[in-house]
T-cell receptor
């Protein structure tokens, strides 16, 4: 079993829909990251969080440390949001950034 | 966010040759740089961690003599794939970290390597 599991693997939505991507992990972490990978391969870091909730524009990330679960929400989705969204966790002590463990990603396709 | 560049963006080489990939942090000093590899439809896998001025730490299963990493300055790390084989064909991504508990990693755009 992978240490970081994402669901769903693939997601197709209509423009304007509210989208949720889930991430569960089974190890102790110092932080959880949500990343966005576009078709060309480049990766953008969306959020790094260790508790609570963060919001940036139409994106919201939440984490429940006790349940070892995080969600990424996209409000008013748009075709340009189409990408692979990757959940990754930093293991070990706080500030120990090196050992990122990645989920397999969720491929999101937003149709106009 | 901070910017990390990689060069080249894609490279095709013959089997047995060596390929060097550069990773630069353009607007911050990366005390630590990470090299990842991603095979098609797979997760990113950490290959090695390099700190400026010291030897890289390689993950289990990654041959340090095959994947040479140099982190000569706070803004530049290089990965050299020596004696490349077709199975080395992959997408290589670097990231930089400025240090500090609250800092995230900033990823480069990646280098797609095809070994013929």
């Amino acid at each position: 079993k992978n240490e970081v599991e994402q669901s769903p693997q693939n997601l197709t939505a209509q423009e304007g829909e509210f989208i949720t991507i889930n991430c569960s992990y089974s190890v102790g972490i110092s932080a959880l990251h949500w990343l966005q990978q576009h078709p060309g391969g480049g990766i953008v870091s969306l959020f790094m969080l260790s508790s609570g909730k963060k919001k940036h524009g139409r994106l919201i990330a939440t984490i429940n440390i006790q349940e070892k679960h995080s969600s990424l929400h996209i409000t008013a989705s748009h075709p340009r949001d189409s990408a692979v969204y990757i959940c990754a966790v930093s293991k070990g002590r706080e500030g120990s950034q090196g050992n990122l463990i990645f989920g397999k990603g969720t491929k999101l396709s937003v149709k106009p | 966010g901070a910017v990390v560049s990689q060069h080249p963006s894609r490279v095709i080489c013959k089997s047995g040759t060596s390929v060097k990939i550069e990773c630069r942090s353009l607007d911050f000093q990366a005390t630590t740089m990470f090299w990842y590899r991603q095979f098609p439809k797979q997760s990113l896998m950490l290959m090695a961690t390099s700190n400026e001025g010291s030897k890289a730490t390689y993950e289990q299963g990654v041959e340090k003599d095959k994947f040479l990493i140099n982190h000569a300055s706070l803004t530049l790390s290089t990965l050299t794939v020596t004696s490349a084989h077709p199975e080395d064909s992959s997408f290589y991504i670097c990231s930089g970290h400025a240090g500090g508990v609250q800092e995230t990693q900033y990823f480069g755009p990646g280098t797609r390597l095809l070994v013929l």
